[in-house]
């Protein structure tokens, strides 16, 4: 059974740091992993899906890659702003269709 | 942009009442999901929909819950007799099929509060 861990489990970061968010994942043969952003209450934003192939994506100032052998992925933010506070939540998916999410990285960026 | 749609934002209902949780998944996607996220819990997988059934589904959609898409738009889930522990944020999404990068989509969820 997929277990999907993300550490650390919350961070605190003084605005325009980089920071490195990490995913875990028991079961390499998955399908893609997604890096999904939550605000308190709210629902899930799709920041960043990376395929099983490929070994990273881009979005402006988010960067997030894989390696799928070790299982592990990562999401690298640069320059954070305190916009970006919010839980950084990693799901893998395999070829049947459900999703496994980890518990979260709960970021915290003050000005 | 297309969106998925989830109503209502927040349901509260009396423990034993059925309850049905609404989606408006985007209008060409084939694959319907619901997910569930106790509070300060993992977001987790109940049930995946495909050419009006059931695909997959997990060992927490028991007996008391139900899908459906009654037309050619919404997709519903249905829970006969909430419990407490139903208490939760249900998000709906939706999947294209078979086209690269293969992503589902999420609503905003419905927060169910039984009381």
């Known amino acids: 059974k997929q277990e999907v861990t993300q550490i650390p489990a919350a961070l605190s970061v003084p605005e325009g740091e980089n920071l490195v968010l990490n995913c875990s994942f028991t079961?390499?043969?998955?399908?893609?992993l997604q890096w999904f952003r939550q605000d308190p209450g709210k629902g899930l934003t799709s920041l960043l899906l990376?395929?099983?192939?490929?070994r990273e994506q881009t979005s402006g100032r988010l960067n997030a890659s894989l390696d799928k052998s070790s299982g592990r992925s990562t999401l690298y933010i640069a320059a954070s702003q305190p916009g970006d506070s919010a839980t950084y939540l990693c799901a893998v998916r395999h070829n049947n269709n459900d999703m496994r999410f980890g518990a979260g990285t709960r970021l915290t960026v003050k000005p | 942009e297309p969106e998925v749609t989830q109503t209502p934002s927040h349901q509260v209902t009396q423990m034993g009442q059925e309850v049905i949780l609404r989606c408006v998944p985007i209008s060409n996607h084939l694959y319907f999901y619901w997910y569930r996220q106790i509070l300060g819990q993992k977001v987790e997988f109940l049930v995946s929909?495909?050419?009006?059934?059931?695909?997959?589904k997990s060992e927490i959609f028991d007996d008391q819950f139900s899908v459906e898409r009654p037309d050619g738009s919404n997709f519903t889930l249905k829970i006969r007799s909430t419990k407490l522990e139903d208490s939760a944020m249900y998000f709906c999404?939706?999947?294209?099929?078979?086209?690269?990068?293969?992503?589902?989509?999420f609503g905003p969820g419905t927060r169910l509060t039984v009381l």
């Open positions: 929909f495909y050419n009006n059934e059931i695909s997959e």
């Open positions: 999404a939706s999947k294209m099929r078979g086209v690269i990068p293969n992503e589902q989509f």
């Open positions: 990376i395929q099983s192939s490929q």
């Open positions: 079961d390499s043969a998955i399908y893609n």
